[in-house]
Protein backbone atom coordinates (compact mmCIF):
# COMPACT_ATOMS: atom_id res chain seq x y z
CA UNK A 1 0.00 0.00 0.00
CA UNK A 2 3.40 2.34 0.46
CA UNK A 3 3.75 2.07 -3.01
CA UNK A 4 -0.27 3.05 -3.80
CA UNK A 5 -0.28 6.13 -1.58
CA UNK A 6 3.07 7.26 -2.75
CA UNK A 7 2.23 7.45 -6.43
CA UNK A 8 -1.04 8.49 -6.25
CA UNK A 9 -0.08 11.57 -5.90
CA UNK A 10 1.42 11.51 -9.03
CA UNK A 11 -0.85 9.32 -10.93
CA UNK A 12 -3.25 12.04 -10.95
CA UNK A 13 -2.16 13.79 -14.08
CA UNK A 14 -2.22 10.63 -16.23
CA UNK A 15 -6.46 9.81 -14.98
CA UNK A 16 -7.62 9.91 -18.80
CA UNK A 17 -4.98 7.12 -19.37
CA UNK A 18 -5.75 5.22 -16.35
CA UNK A 19 -9.56 4.97 -17.41
CA UNK A 20 -8.71 4.09 -20.70
CA UNK A 21 -6.25 1.30 -19.13
CA UNK A 22 -9.15 -0.08 -16.46
CA UNK A 23 -11.72 -0.15 -20.65
CA UNK A 24 -8.85 -1.87 -22.12
CA UNK A 25 -8.32 -4.60 -19.07
CA UNK A 26 -12.26 -4.99 -18.35
CA UNK A 27 -12.87 -5.66 -22.26
CA UNK A 28 -9.83 -8.28 -22.01
CA UNK A 29 -10.91 -10.16 -19.35
CA UNK A 30 -14.91 -10.00 -21.04
CA UNK A 31 -12.71 -11.82 -24.05
CA UNK A 32 -10.81 -14.14 -22.49
CA UNK A 33 -14.04 -15.64 -20.86
CA UNK A 34 -15.95 -15.21 -24.06
CA UNK A 35 -13.23 -17.73 -25.45
CA UNK A 36 -13.54 -20.05 -22.76
CA UNK A 37 -17.32 -19.99 -23.52
CA UNK A 38 -17.11 -20.68 -27.08
CA UNK A 39 -15.25 -23.89 -26.30
CA UNK A 40 -19.56 -25.89 -26.09
CA UNK A 41 -20.03 -23.73 -29.68
CA UNK A 42 -17.07 -25.89 -31.16
CA UNK A 43 -17.53 -28.78 -29.63
CA UNK A 44 -20.95 -29.38 -30.57
CA UNK A 45 -21.68 -27.39 -33.20
CA UNK A 46 -18.82 -27.10 -35.80
CA UNK A 47 -17.04 -30.64 -34.63
CA UNK A 48 -20.33 -32.57 -33.90
CA UNK A 49 -18.65 -34.11 -31.22
CA UNK A 50 -21.56 -34.30 -28.63
CA UNK A 51 -21.43 -35.50 -25.59
CA UNK A 52 -19.53 -38.23 -27.22
CA UNK A 53 -15.85 -38.12 -26.54
CA UNK A 54 -13.30 -40.96 -26.02
CA UNK A 55 -13.48 -42.45 -22.68
CA UNK A 56 -11.43 -44.72 -20.93
CA UNK A 57 -9.39 -47.94 -22.64
CA UNK A 58 -10.86 -46.07 -26.00
CA UNK A 59 -14.66 -47.00 -25.06
CA UNK A 60 -17.13 -44.23 -25.69
CA UNK A 61 -19.11 -42.43 -22.69
CA UNK A 62 -22.62 -41.73 -23.85
CA UNK A 63 -24.32 -38.82 -23.32
CA UNK A 64 -25.51 -37.25 -19.75
CA UNK A 65 -28.51 -35.66 -21.05
CA UNK A 66 -30.58 -39.16 -20.07
CA UNK A 67 -28.96 -39.63 -16.86
CA UNK A 68 -29.98 -35.74 -16.25
CA UNK A 69 -33.73 -36.40 -17.14
CA UNK A 70 -33.58 -39.50 -15.52
CA UNK A 71 -32.26 -37.82 -12.13
CA UNK A 72 -35.19 -36.89 -10.32
CA UNK A 73 -35.51 -32.93 -9.00
CA UNK A 74 -34.95 -32.25 -5.45
CA UNK A 75 -35.54 -28.80 -3.70
CA UNK A 76 -33.60 -26.21 -4.86
CA UNK A 77 -30.60 -25.95 -2.32
CA UNK A 78 -28.30 -22.53 -1.13
CA UNK A 79 -25.97 -23.88 -3.79
CA UNK A 80 -28.31 -24.04 -6.26
CA UNK A 81 -29.37 -20.58 -5.68
CA UNK A 82 -25.38 -19.10 -5.53
CA UNK A 83 -24.51 -20.97 -8.68
CA UNK A 84 -27.71 -19.17 -10.29
CA UNK A 85 -25.96 -16.06 -9.18
CA UNK A 86 -23.07 -16.53 -11.06
CA UNK A 87 -24.34 -18.70 -13.80
CA UNK A 88 -22.32 -16.29 -16.66
CA UNK A 89 -22.00 -19.21 -18.34
CA UNK A 90 -25.82 -19.35 -19.12
CA UNK A 91 -25.90 -15.71 -19.95
CA UNK A 92 -23.01 -16.19 -22.73
CA UNK A 93 -25.01 -19.54 -24.10
CA UNK A 94 -28.13 -17.32 -24.60
CA UNK A 95 -25.99 -14.35 -26.20
CA UNK A 96 -24.42 -16.79 -28.57
CA UNK A 97 -28.28 -18.50 -29.45
CA UNK A 98 -28.67 -14.87 -30.16
CA UNK A 99 -25.95 -14.18 -32.50
CA UNK A 100 -27.10 -17.31 -34.65
CA UNK A 101 -30.62 -16.05 -34.88
CA UNK A 102 -30.05 -12.79 -35.85
CA UNK A 103 -27.68 -13.84 -38.20
CA UNK A 104 -29.32 -16.36 -39.55
CA UNK A 105 -26.53 -19.22 -38.79
CA UNK A 106 -27.87 -22.64 -39.84
CA UNK A 107 -25.92 -26.09 -39.40
CA UNK A 108 -23.95 -25.72 -42.66
CA UNK A 109 -22.80 -21.58 -41.73
CA UNK A 110 -22.04 -22.73 -38.22
CA UNK A 111 -18.24 -24.42 -39.43
CA UNK A 112 -17.48 -20.55 -40.63
CA UNK A 113 -19.49 -18.61 -37.47
CA UNK A 114 -18.05 -19.98 -34.77
CA UNK A 115 -14.27 -19.87 -35.96
CA UNK A 116 -14.95 -16.50 -37.20
CA UNK A 117 -16.36 -15.22 -33.73
CA UNK A 118 -13.41 -16.91 -32.17
CA UNK A 119 -10.88 -15.22 -34.14
CA UNK A 120 -12.90 -11.62 -33.82
CA UNK A 121 -12.96 -12.36 -29.95
CA UNK A 122 -9.45 -13.31 -30.00
CA UNK A 123 -8.62 -9.98 -31.88
CA UNK A 124 -10.15 -7.86 -29.25
CA UNK A 125 -8.43 -9.60 -26.42
CA UNK A 126 -5.02 -8.73 -28.40
CA UNK A 127 -6.17 -5.34 -28.84
CA UNK A 128 -7.31 -4.64 -25.51
CA UNK A 129 -4.04 -6.11 -24.35
CA UNK A 130 -2.06 -3.65 -25.99
CA UNK A 131 -4.18 -0.37 -25.09
CA UNK A 132 -3.75 -1.87 -21.33
CA UNK A 133 0.03 -2.76 -21.88
CA UNK A 134 0.58 0.95 -23.65
CA UNK A 135 -1.73 2.68 -21.20
CA UNK A 136 0.59 1.36 -18.20
CA UNK A 137 3.84 1.80 -19.50
CA UNK A 138 2.65 5.81 -20.37
CA UNK A 139 1.47 6.01 -16.85
CA UNK A 140 4.59 4.41 -15.55
CA UNK A 141 7.57 6.06 -17.71
CA UNK A 142 5.58 9.35 -16.67
CA UNK A 143 5.04 8.88 -12.97
CA UNK A 144 8.49 7.72 -12.56
CA UNK A 145 9.74 10.15 -14.85
CA UNK A 146 8.21 12.78 -13.09
CA UNK A 147 9.30 11.08 -9.32
CA UNK A 148 12.92 11.07 -10.43
CA UNK A 149 12.88 15.05 -11.13
CA UNK A 150 10.98 15.69 -8.43
CA UNK A 151 13.18 13.43 -6.46
CA UNK A 152 16.38 14.92 -8.48
CA UNK A 153 15.12 18.73 -7.85
CA UNK A 154 14.73 17.95 -4.47
CA UNK A 155 18.33 17.20 -3.71
CA UNK A 156 19.41 20.63 -5.94
CA UNK A 157 17.22 22.49 -3.22
CA UNK A 158 18.64 21.09 0.10
CA UNK A 159 21.26 23.08 1.79
CA UNK A 160 25.10 22.20 2.41
CA UNK A 161 24.03 20.23 5.81
CA UNK A 162 21.76 17.57 3.48
CA UNK A 163 24.83 17.07 1.32
CA UNK A 164 27.10 16.38 3.96
CA UNK A 165 24.91 13.56 5.52
CA UNK A 166 24.68 11.67 2.30
CA UNK A 167 27.16 10.27 -0.10
CA UNK A 168 26.59 11.26 -3.59
CA UNK A 169 26.79 7.64 -4.51
CA UNK A 170 23.66 7.03 -2.26
CA UNK A 171 21.93 9.64 -3.86
CA UNK A 172 22.74 8.57 -7.67
CA UNK A 173 21.64 4.76 -6.49
CA UNK A 174 18.11 6.59 -5.65
CA UNK A 175 17.76 8.82 -8.80
CA UNK A 176 18.77 5.71 -10.82
CA UNK A 177 18.23 2.75 -9.59
CA UNK A 178 15.56 2.68 -7.06
CA UNK A 179 13.32 5.20 -9.05
CA UNK A 180 14.04 2.60 -12.26
CA UNK A 181 13.07 -0.48 -10.04
CA UNK A 182 9.24 2.06 -9.37
CA UNK A 183 9.26 2.60 -12.98
CA UNK A 184 9.18 -1.46 -13.63
CA UNK A 185 6.96 -1.59 -11.05
CA UNK A 186 4.30 0.77 -12.12
CA UNK A 187 4.93 -0.11 -15.87
CA UNK A 188 4.46 -3.57 -15.69
CA UNK A 189 3.50 -5.29 -12.36
CA UNK A 190 0.46 -3.05 -11.40
CA UNK A 191 -0.51 -3.80 -15.05
CA UNK A 192 -0.23 -7.01 -13.90
CA UNK A 193 -2.08 -6.94 -10.57
CA UNK A 194 -4.42 -4.77 -12.44
CA UNK A 195 -5.48 -7.08 -15.43
CA UNK A 196 -4.79 -10.69 -13.54
CA UNK A 197 -6.83 -9.89 -10.93
CA UNK A 198 -9.69 -8.43 -12.80
CA UNK A 199 -8.78 -11.33 -15.20
CA UNK A 200 -9.35 -13.93 -12.34
CA UNK A 201 -12.76 -12.73 -11.00
CA UNK A 202 -13.91 -13.12 -14.58
CA UNK A 203 -12.41 -16.91 -14.63
CA UNK A 204 -13.80 -17.45 -11.15
CA UNK A 205 -17.02 -16.55 -12.18
CA UNK A 206 -16.82 -18.53 -15.31
CA UNK A 207 -15.68 -21.42 -13.55
CA UNK A 208 -18.68 -21.51 -10.79
CA UNK A 209 -21.38 -21.53 -13.38
CA UNK A 210 -19.27 -24.30 -15.32
CA UNK A 211 -19.65 -26.71 -12.66
CA UNK A 212 -20.79 -24.94 -9.47
CA UNK A 213 -19.33 -28.14 -6.64
CA UNK A 214 -16.48 -28.69 -8.40
CA UNK A 215 -15.18 -25.16 -8.16
CA UNK A 216 -15.96 -24.43 -4.70
CA UNK A 217 -13.86 -27.45 -3.73
CA UNK A 218 -11.07 -25.67 -6.22
CA UNK A 219 -11.52 -22.39 -4.78
CA UNK A 220 -11.00 -23.53 -1.10
CA UNK A 221 -7.65 -25.66 -1.68
CA UNK A 222 -6.80 -22.82 -4.21
CA UNK A 223 -6.01 -20.32 -1.18
CA UNK A 224 -3.51 -22.88 0.57
CA UNK A 225 -1.41 -21.37 -2.46
CA UNK A 226 -1.30 -17.78 -0.57
CA UNK A 227 0.76 -19.41 1.83
CA UNK A 228 4.08 -19.97 0.12
CA UNK A 229 3.40 -16.46 -1.89
CA UNK A 230 3.05 -14.46 1.17
CA UNK A 231 6.44 -16.14 3.06
CA UNK A 232 8.26 -15.96 -0.29
CA UNK A 233 7.04 -12.58 -0.24
CA UNK A 234 8.35 -10.83 3.30
CA UNK A 235 11.84 -12.06 2.72
CA UNK A 236 11.93 -11.23 -0.77
CA UNK A 237 11.21 -7.51 0.65
CA UNK A 238 13.70 -7.77 3.40
CA UNK A 239 16.25 -9.23 0.87
CA UNK A 240 15.67 -6.89 -1.55
CA UNK A 241 16.46 -3.86 0.80
CA UNK A 242 19.61 -5.00 1.88
CA UNK A 243 20.71 -5.48 -1.66
CA UNK A 244 19.49 -2.48 -2.48
CA UNK A 245 21.61 -1.05 0.45
CA UNK A 246 24.82 -2.98 -1.03
CA UNK A 247 24.01 -1.03 -4.18
CA UNK A 248 24.84 2.31 -2.60
CA UNK A 249 27.45 1.13 -0.72
CA UNK A 250 29.08 -0.01 -4.27
CA UNK A 251 28.63 3.34 -5.84
CA UNK A 252 29.56 5.24 -3.16
CA UNK A 253 33.12 3.17 -2.81
CA UNK A 254 33.27 3.94 -6.37
CA UNK A 255 32.68 7.55 -6.62
CA UNK A 256 34.92 8.08 -4.28
CA UNK A 257 37.67 5.67 -5.91
CA UNK A 258 36.93 7.76 -9.30
CA UNK A 259 37.12 11.60 -7.77
CA UNK A 260 40.17 10.96 -5.58
CA UNK A 261 42.17 8.59 -8.38
CA UNK A 262 44.86 10.75 -8.24
CA UNK A 263 45.59 10.86 -4.07
CA UNK A 264 44.81 6.63 -5.02
CA UNK A 265 47.84 6.43 -7.58
CA UNK A 266 49.88 8.30 -5.75
CA UNK A 267 49.68 6.36 -2.41
CA UNK A 268 49.69 3.33 -4.53
CA UNK A 269 46.23 2.46 -2.74
CA UNK A 270 44.93 0.64 -5.89
CA UNK A 271 45.15 -2.64 -4.58
CA UNK A 272 43.41 -1.37 -0.81
CA UNK A 273 40.84 0.23 -2.87
CA UNK A 274 40.37 -3.01 -5.12
CA UNK A 275 39.68 -4.83 -2.05
CA UNK A 276 37.16 -2.87 -0.61
CA UNK A 277 35.61 -2.86 -3.65
CA UNK A 278 35.73 -6.58 -3.90
CA UNK A 279 34.61 -7.09 -0.39
CA UNK A 280 31.51 -5.01 -1.13
CA UNK A 281 31.06 -7.00 -4.23
CA UNK A 282 30.95 -9.91 -2.09
CA UNK A 283 28.61 -8.85 0.21
CA UNK A 284 26.29 -7.53 -2.51
CA UNK A 285 26.68 -11.06 -4.17
CA UNK A 286 25.79 -13.29 -1.27
CA UNK A 287 22.65 -10.88 -0.70
CA UNK A 288 21.06 -11.27 -3.96
CA UNK A 289 21.99 -14.84 -4.44
CA UNK A 290 19.69 -15.35 -1.33
CA UNK A 291 17.23 -13.05 -3.43
CA UNK A 292 17.36 -15.25 -6.63
CA UNK A 293 17.05 -18.39 -4.09
CA UNK A 294 13.81 -16.82 -2.81
CA UNK A 295 12.75 -15.81 -6.32
CA UNK A 296 13.31 -19.57 -7.87
CA UNK A 297 11.95 -21.73 -5.45
CA UNK A 298 8.76 -19.40 -5.37
CA UNK A 299 7.63 -20.85 -8.45
CA UNK A 300 8.37 -24.71 -7.68
CA UNK A 301 6.60 -24.66 -4.27
CA UNK A 302 3.47 -23.37 -6.11
CA UNK A 303 3.51 -25.30 -8.85
CA UNK A 304 4.04 -28.42 -6.95
CA UNK A 305 0.82 -27.63 -4.96
CA UNK A 306 -1.17 -27.00 -7.95
CA UNK A 307 -0.26 -30.33 -9.81
CA UNK A 308 -1.06 -32.12 -6.59
CA UNK A 309 -4.39 -30.31 -6.58
CA UNK A 310 -4.94 -30.67 -10.64
CA UNK A 311 -4.59 -34.73 -10.06
CA UNK A 312 -7.04 -34.66 -7.21
CA UNK A 313 -9.41 -32.66 -9.80
CA UNK A 314 -9.17 -35.36 -12.51
CA UNK A 315 -10.20 -38.32 -9.97
CA UNK A 316 -13.29 -36.11 -8.79
CA UNK A 317 -14.33 -35.34 -12.49
CA UNK A 318 -13.72 -39.18 -13.66
CA UNK A 319 -16.44 -40.49 -11.14
CA UNK A 320 -18.71 -37.36 -11.67
CA UNK A 321 -18.71 -38.28 -15.63
CA UNK A 322 -19.10 -41.87 -14.96
CA UNK A 323 -21.96 -40.41 -12.67
CA UNK A 324 -23.98 -38.65 -15.24
CA UNK A 325 -23.72 -35.04 -13.35
CA UNK A 326 -20.54 -33.74 -15.73
CA UNK A 327 -20.32 -33.76 -19.35
CA UNK A 328 -16.95 -34.04 -21.20
CA UNK A 329 -17.36 -30.33 -23.13
CA UNK A 330 -18.31 -29.17 -19.22
CA UNK A 331 -15.15 -30.48 -18.61
CA UNK A 332 -13.17 -29.50 -20.94
CA UNK A 333 -14.88 -26.18 -20.44
CA UNK A 334 -13.90 -26.09 -17.03
CA UNK A 335 -10.26 -27.19 -17.01
CA UNK A 336 -9.88 -24.68 -19.67
CA UNK A 337 -11.11 -22.14 -16.93
CA UNK A 338 -8.93 -23.63 -14.51
CA UNK A 339 -5.73 -23.54 -16.72
CA UNK A 340 -6.51 -20.02 -17.68
CA UNK A 341 -6.85 -19.38 -14.43
CA UNK A 342 -3.14 -20.32 -13.52
CA UNK A 343 -1.46 -17.75 -15.81
CA UNK A 344 -2.98 -14.86 -13.84
CA UNK A 345 -2.35 -16.47 -10.57
CA UNK A 346 1.52 -17.22 -11.75
CA UNK A 347 1.52 -13.44 -12.72
CA UNK A 348 0.21 -12.30 -9.16
CA UNK A 349 2.87 -14.17 -7.52
CA UNK A 350 5.54 -12.41 -9.82
CA UNK A 351 3.80 -9.45 -8.92
CA UNK A 352 4.11 -9.79 -4.80
CA UNK A 353 7.79 -10.32 -5.13
CA UNK A 354 8.13 -7.60 -7.27
CA UNK A 355 6.53 -5.25 -5.06
CA UNK A 356 7.58 -5.65 -2.58
CA UNK A 357 11.36 -5.07 -3.59
CA UNK A 358 9.53 -2.05 -5.02
CA UNK A 359 8.03 -0.97 -1.66
CA UNK A 360 11.26 -1.07 -0.35
CA UNK A 361 12.46 1.34 -2.91
CA UNK A 362 9.82 3.55 -2.31
CA UNK A 363 10.22 3.71 0.95
CA UNK A 364 14.04 4.73 0.35
CA UNK A 365 12.93 7.64 -1.75
CA UNK A 366 10.30 9.12 -0.01
CA UNK A 367 12.92 8.61 2.69
CA UNK A 368 15.30 11.02 0.52
CA UNK A 369 12.09 13.37 0.07
CA UNK A 370 10.83 13.77 2.94
CA UNK A 371 14.16 15.23 4.62
CA UNK A 372 13.50 18.29 5.77
CA UNK A 373 15.46 21.27 3.87
CA UNK A 374 17.16 23.44 6.45
CA UNK A 375 16.97 26.10 4.48
CA UNK A 376 13.81 27.45 3.81
CA UNK A 377 12.20 30.63 1.69
CA UNK A 378 10.52 32.47 3.91
CA UNK A 379 6.39 33.72 2.46
CA UNK A 380 6.82 37.63 1.75
CA UNK A 381 10.13 37.89 0.96
CA UNK A 382 12.09 40.67 -0.94
CA UNK A 383 14.71 41.13 -3.79
CA UNK A 384 17.48 43.22 -4.21
CA UNK A 385 19.19 44.14 -6.87
CA UNK A 386 22.98 45.65 -5.27
CA UNK A 387 24.31 46.17 -2.15
CA UNK A 388 23.85 49.94 -1.31
CA UNK A 389 24.91 49.94 2.46
CA UNK A 390 26.37 47.12 3.93
CA UNK A 391 26.75 43.25 4.95
CA UNK A 392 26.71 42.64 8.74
CA UNK A 393 26.94 39.57 10.67
CA UNK A 394 24.94 40.02 14.10
CA UNK A 395 25.90 38.03 17.16
CA UNK A 396 26.00 34.95 14.27
CA UNK A 397 26.94 31.28 15.90
CA UNK A 398 26.77 28.49 14.12
CA UNK A 399 27.54 24.53 14.51
CA UNK A 400 27.19 20.81 12.77
CA UNK A 401 25.58 18.86 14.47
CA UNK A 402 27.03 19.37 17.88
CA UNK A 403 30.54 21.34 17.04
CA UNK A 404 30.68 24.81 17.36
CA UNK A 405 31.92 26.50 14.48
CA UNK A 406 31.38 29.81 14.93
CA UNK A 407 30.12 31.45 18.32
CA UNK A 408 29.33 35.38 18.28
CA UNK A 409 30.93 36.54 15.20
CA UNK A 410 30.13 40.23 14.82
CA UNK A 411 31.49 41.47 11.46
CA UNK A 412 30.53 44.69 9.04
CA UNK A 413 31.24 44.94 5.62
CA UNK A 414 30.71 48.02 3.78
CA UNK A 415 29.06 48.44 0.31
CA UNK A 416 32.51 48.22 -2.47
CA UNK A 417 34.80 47.27 0.38
CA UNK A 418 37.24 44.37 0.00
CA UNK A 419 37.81 42.40 3.25
CA UNK A 420 40.00 39.45 3.40
CA UNK A 421 39.35 37.04 5.65
CA UNK A 422 42.65 35.05 7.01
CA UNK A 423 43.37 32.55 9.68
CA UNK A 424 44.55 28.89 10.42
CA UNK A 425 42.50 26.07 8.85
CA UNK A 426 39.28 25.26 11.02
CA UNK A 427 38.67 29.09 11.94
CA UNK A 428 35.49 29.42 10.16
CA UNK A 429 36.25 31.48 7.66
CA UNK A 430 34.82 29.24 4.84
CA UNK A 431 31.56 28.25 6.74
CA UNK A 432 31.05 32.34 7.44
CA UNK A 433 30.95 32.90 3.75
CA UNK A 434 28.35 30.32 3.02
CA UNK A 435 26.09 32.14 5.54
CA UNK A 436 26.31 35.03 2.87
CA UNK A 437 24.52 33.12 0.13
CA UNK A 438 22.40 30.75 2.93
CA UNK A 439 24.09 27.60 1.81
CA UNK A 440 23.76 27.36 5.64
CA UNK A 441 21.57 29.20 8.04
CA UNK A 442 22.87 30.57 11.65
CA UNK A 443 21.80 28.43 14.62
CA UNK A 444 21.75 32.41 16.14
CA UNK A 445 22.12 35.78 15.52
CA UNK A 446 21.44 37.14 11.91
CA UNK A 447 23.09 38.42 8.57
CA UNK A 448 22.03 41.12 7.10
CA UNK A 449 22.29 42.79 3.69
CA UNK A 450 21.52 47.02 4.02
CA UNK A 451 19.32 45.80 6.91
CA UNK A 452 17.23 43.14 5.54
CA UNK A 453 17.74 39.60 7.04
CA UNK A 454 19.01 37.48 4.27
CA UNK A 455 16.16 35.13 5.29
CA UNK A 456 13.59 37.79 4.31
CA UNK A 457 15.43 37.90 0.69
CA UNK A 458 14.41 35.73 -1.90
CA UNK A 459 16.53 32.67 -2.05
CA UNK A 460 17.42 32.88 -6.09
CA UNK A 461 17.47 36.91 -5.99
CA UNK A 462 20.07 36.75 -3.20
CA UNK A 463 22.42 34.39 -5.00
CA UNK A 464 21.55 36.31 -8.08
CA UNK A 465 23.63 39.22 -6.64
CA UNK A 466 26.93 36.59 -4.98
CA UNK A 467 29.32 35.35 -7.47
CA UNK A 468 31.43 32.44 -5.71
CA UNK A 469 34.78 30.99 -6.79
CA UNK A 470 35.94 27.96 -4.64
CA UNK A 471 39.33 26.33 -3.76
CA UNK A 472 37.65 22.98 -5.37
CA UNK A 473 37.13 24.09 -9.20
CA UNK A 474 33.73 22.76 -9.86
CA UNK A 475 33.50 22.35 -13.98
CA UNK A 476 31.15 20.14 -15.94
CA UNK A 477 31.91 17.93 -18.89
CA UNK A 478 30.71 20.63 -21.72
CA UNK A 479 32.62 23.11 -23.84
CA UNK A 480 34.81 25.88 -22.35
CA UNK A 481 31.87 28.24 -23.63
CA UNK A 482 29.56 26.61 -21.65
CA UNK A 483 31.07 26.53 -18.82
CA UNK A 484 32.23 30.05 -18.84
CA UNK A 485 28.32 31.23 -19.51
CA UNK A 486 26.95 28.44 -17.48
CA UNK A 487 23.40 28.00 -18.07
CA UNK A 488 23.09 31.35 -19.99
CA UNK A 489 23.32 29.88 -24.00
CA UNK A 490 22.13 33.38 -24.93
CA UNK A 491 24.97 35.10 -24.03
CA UNK A 492 27.00 36.76 -26.92
CA UNK A 493 30.28 35.38 -27.79
CA UNK A 494 32.22 38.91 -27.31
CA UNK A 495 31.00 38.80 -23.23
CA UNK A 496 32.24 35.35 -23.04
CA UNK A 497 35.74 36.11 -24.32
CA UNK A 498 35.92 39.41 -22.65
CA UNK A 499 35.52 37.21 -19.30
CA UNK A 500 37.94 34.96 -20.05
CA UNK A 501 40.32 37.74 -21.25
CA UNK A 502 39.63 39.47 -17.79
CA UNK A 503 40.54 35.93 -15.62
CA UNK A 504 43.81 35.79 -18.39
CA UNK A 505 41.91 32.22 -20.11
CA UNK A 506 41.92 33.52 -23.40
CA UNK A 507 45.38 32.44 -24.49
CA UNK A 508 45.33 28.80 -23.82
CA UNK A 509 41.15 28.62 -24.64
CA UNK A 510 42.77 29.83 -28.44
CA UNK A 511 45.64 27.01 -28.55
CA UNK A 512 43.12 24.17 -27.32
CA UNK A 513 41.73 22.08 -30.50
CA UNK A 514 38.20 23.59 -30.81
CA UNK A 515 38.71 26.47 -28.78
CA UNK A 516 36.16 27.50 -27.32
CA UNK A 517 33.93 24.86 -28.47
CA UNK A 518 36.43 21.87 -27.09
CA UNK A 519 34.90 19.73 -24.26
CA UNK A 520 36.75 19.95 -21.46
CA UNK A 521 35.89 16.31 -19.66
CA UNK A 522 34.36 15.47 -16.62
CA UNK A 523 35.43 18.06 -13.98
CA UNK A 524 37.76 19.91 -16.39
CA UNK A 525 40.29 16.81 -16.00
CA UNK A 526 41.56 17.89 -19.72
CA UNK A 527 42.65 21.10 -18.53
CA UNK A 528 45.54 21.37 -16.03
CA UNK A 529 44.69 22.89 -12.58
CA UNK A 530 45.59 26.63 -13.22
CA UNK A 531 43.67 26.58 -16.32
CA UNK A 532 40.61 24.84 -14.31
CA UNK A 533 40.59 28.29 -11.96
CA UNK A 534 41.05 30.47 -14.27
CA UNK A 535 37.84 29.13 -16.27
CA UNK A 536 36.24 29.26 -12.52
CA UNK A 537 37.05 32.80 -12.20
CA UNK A 538 36.42 33.81 -15.68
CA UNK A 539 32.75 32.31 -14.68
CA UNK A 540 32.18 34.12 -11.81
CA UNK A 541 33.05 37.64 -13.80
CA UNK A 542 30.65 36.92 -16.65
CA UNK A 543 27.76 37.07 -13.61
CA UNK A 544 29.18 40.16 -12.78
CA UNK A 545 27.26 39.95 -9.53
CA UNK A 546 27.96 42.67 -7.34
CA UNK A 547 29.29 40.56 -4.57
CA UNK A 548 31.97 38.92 -4.78
CA UNK A 549 33.04 35.54 -2.77
CA UNK A 550 36.44 34.23 -3.31
CA UNK A 551 37.90 31.21 -1.48
CA UNK A 552 41.52 30.72 -2.20
CA UNK A 553 40.24 31.43 -5.76
CA UNK A 554 44.28 31.76 -6.93
CA UNK A 555 45.53 28.71 -5.09
CA UNK A 556 45.96 26.52 -7.59
CA UNK A 557 47.39 29.15 -10.10
CA UNK A 558 51.51 29.52 -10.78
CA UNK A 559 53.28 32.49 -9.58
CA UNK A 560 53.08 33.62 -13.00
CA UNK A 561 49.15 33.11 -13.66
CA UNK A 562 48.75 34.09 -10.10
CA UNK A 563 50.20 37.53 -10.63
CA UNK A 564 48.43 38.25 -13.75
CA UNK A 565 45.26 37.00 -12.41
CA UNK A 566 45.08 38.82 -9.05
CA UNK A 567 45.57 42.06 -10.86
CA UNK A 568 42.74 41.37 -13.16
CA UNK A 569 40.94 40.68 -9.89
CA UNK A 570 41.81 43.62 -8.16
CA UNK A 571 40.83 45.91 -11.18
CA UNK A 572 37.14 44.07 -11.04
CA UNK A 573 36.98 44.44 -7.99
CA UNK A 574 36.41 47.90 -8.20
CA UNK A 575 32.76 49.23 -6.47
CA UNK A 576 32.03 45.79 -5.91
CA UNK A 577 31.76 44.01 -1.91
CA UNK A 578 34.39 41.31 -2.05
CA UNK A 579 35.37 38.25 0.64
CA UNK A 580 38.07 37.32 0.21
CA UNK A 581 39.55 33.76 2.09
CA UNK A 582 43.57 33.32 1.12
CA UNK A 583 45.72 31.79 3.27
CA UNK A 584 48.51 32.99 1.46
CA UNK A 585 48.97 36.30 3.17
CA UNK A 586 51.02 37.80 0.19
CA UNK A 587 47.21 37.90 -1.95
CA UNK A 588 45.39 39.90 0.66
CA UNK A 589 47.98 42.92 1.57
CA UNK A 590 45.46 45.16 -1.13
CA UNK A 591 42.92 44.84 0.80
CA UNK A 592 40.64 47.54 2.41
CA UNK A 593 40.28 45.55 5.73
CA UNK A 594 42.16 42.37 6.78
CA UNK A 595 39.73 40.12 9.80
CA UNK A 596 41.59 37.62 11.48
CA UNK A 597 39.81 34.60 13.34
CA UNK A 598 40.47 32.12 15.49
CA UNK A 599 38.67 29.21 16.79
CA UNK A 600 35.22 30.79 15.30
CA UNK A 601 35.80 33.97 16.64
CA UNK A 602 36.98 37.33 14.66
CA UNK A 603 40.20 38.13 17.24
CA UNK A 604 41.77 41.23 14.84
CA UNK A 605 41.08 43.27 11.94
CA UNK A 606 42.41 46.44 9.94
CA UNK A 607 44.85 47.15 7.24
CA UNK A 608 48.22 45.21 6.57
CA UNK A 609 50.33 47.57 8.14
CA UNK A 610 47.90 48.15 11.22
CA UNK A 611 47.69 44.53 11.78
CA UNK A 612 51.51 44.18 11.65
CA UNK A 613 52.45 47.13 14.11
CA UNK A 614 50.03 44.95 16.59
CA UNK A 615 51.96 42.62 16.57
CA UNK A 616 49.04 39.67 17.46
CA UNK A 617 47.88 36.82 15.41
CA UNK A 618 48.25 38.59 11.91
CA UNK A 619 52.05 39.30 12.23
CA UNK A 620 52.18 35.43 14.36
CA UNK A 621 51.11 34.12 10.84
CA UNK A 622 53.28 36.53 8.64
CA UNK A 623 56.10 35.77 9.85
CA UNK A 624 55.50 31.59 10.09
CA UNK A 625 54.75 32.15 6.34
CA UNK A 626 57.86 34.61 5.35
CA UNK A 627 60.17 33.50 8.12
CA UNK A 628 63.81 32.14 6.47
Known amino acids: MNLVRFLAHYVRRYTVWAGAALAAIILFAAATVGIVALIEPIFGDVLLAGDQVPGMMGVATGSSAPAEEAAPEGPQTWLDELRDDFDISAHLDESYESLKRRFEIGPEEVVYFVPILFVVIFLLRSLADFLAGYSFQHIGLGVTTDIRNALYRRILEQSSHFYSEHPSGELVARVINDVAMMQSAVSNRLLDLVQQS ?22 VVAPLLVIPIVRFGKGMRRTSHRSQERMADLASLMAEAVRGHRVVKAFGMEDFEYGRFREATGRHLRVNLRAQRLAHLSSPVVESLAVVGAAALLVYAGREIRAG ?28 LILQEAGAAVQRVKGIMEVPNKVRQRQGTQRLERVHDAIRFEDVSFAYEDQPVLQGVNLEIGSGEIVALVGPSGAGKSTLVNLLPR ?8 LTIDGIDVRDLDLEGLRSLIGVVTQDTVLFDDTVRANIAYGRADLPMESVRAAAEAAFADGFIRELPQGYDTRIGESGLKLSGGQRQRLAIARALLKNAPILILDEATSHLDTQSEVLVQKALYNLMEG ?19 VVMEAGRVVESGTHEELMAHGGSYKNLHDLQFQT
Open 576 to 594: RTTLVIAHRLSTVKKANRI
Open 198 to 219: ITLLFLVAMLLSTDFKLAVISL
Open 325 to 352: ALTPAELVKFLTTLLMMYDPIRKLNKVN
Open 439 to 446: FFDPVRGK
